[in-house]
T-cell receptor, first 113, second 110 residues
Framework: NAGVTQTPKFQVLKTGQSMTLQCAQD?????MSWYRQDPGMGLRLIHY???????DQGEVPNGYNVSRSTTEDFPLRLLSAAPSQTSVYFC????????????FGPGTRLLVL | EDKVVQSPLSLVVHEGDTVTLNCSYE??????LLWYKQEKKAPTFLFML????IEKKSGRLSSILDKKELFSILNITATQTGDSAIYLC??????????FGAGTILRVKS
């Protein structure tokens, strides 16, 4: 199993550009989530999904969209990038919404100029 | 508001030292507390604690939960340079949404 994979590893955007961060898992996990990590602030939940076709907002959802058309994939879209979205983004998954142990992808480092 | 607070924010020790990392929480409907270790990339799971007073151990690492006082500690004995990392504490709320503390940056000097 590849586990949780994320692409790209690193991306530079200009303010106003849009892009999609990809996340995939091959563990047949129902629950997937996106976090951002900023210095001194730990990880903060952006959006999450409890299964295909179901998504919901986390703590810091503004400026981001998600969709979950398949169990395996959970892309995160930045609609109009802003410098405040410069961060490291982690995707995570777990078997179900009540199994707390989550497995994290390697992260995407995003720089918005 | 649910929150998780870790202390200290950073720590520098020498190899062989013992360290104690702290995590306090305020979460409604507490179910569990998780510890993760983050080196250069993704956080990796260390422990999940659900019962008060029961120590979880893995090699030189151990953790215990106090549900009455709403905190957990992570101990690392005989530290090694490979223990240098960010240690994250997290508590799930409303299903599986994790609230993370800011983390403790541990640096072990040889």
């Amino acid at each position: 199993n590849a586990g949780v994979t994320q692409t790209p590893k690193f991306q530079v955007l200009k303010t106003g550009q849009s892009m999609t961060l990809q996340c995939a898992q091959d563990m047949n996990h129902e629950y997937m989530s996106w976090y951002r990590q900023d210095p001194g602030m730990g990880l903060r939940l952006i959006h999450y999904s409890v299964g295909a076709g179901i998504t919901d907002q986390g703590e810091v959802p503004n400026g981001y969209n998600v969709s979950r058309s398949t169990t395996e994939d959970f892309p995160l879209r930045l609609l109009s990038a802003a410098p405040s979205q410069t961060s490291v983004y982690f995707c995570a998954s777990s078997y179900s919404s009540i199994q707390e142990t989550q497995y994290f992808g390697p992260g995407t480092r995003l720089l918005v100029l | 508001e649910d929150k998780v607070v870790q202390s200290p924010l950073s720590l520098v020790v020498h190899e062989g030292d013992t360290v104690t990392l702290n995590c306090s929480y305020e979460v409604t409907n507490f179910r569990s507390l998780l510890w993760y270790k983050q080196e250069k990339k993704a956080p990796t799971f260390l422990f999940m604690l659900t019962s008060s007073g029961i120590e979880k151990k893995s090699g030189r690492l151990s953790s215990i939960l106090d549900k009455k006082e709403l905190f957990s500690i992570l101990n690392i004995t005989a530290t090694q340079t490979g223990d240098s990392a960010i240690y994250l504490c997290a508590v799930p709320f409303y299903g599986n949404k994790l609230v993370f503390g800011a983390g403790t940056i541990l640096r072990v000097k040889s």
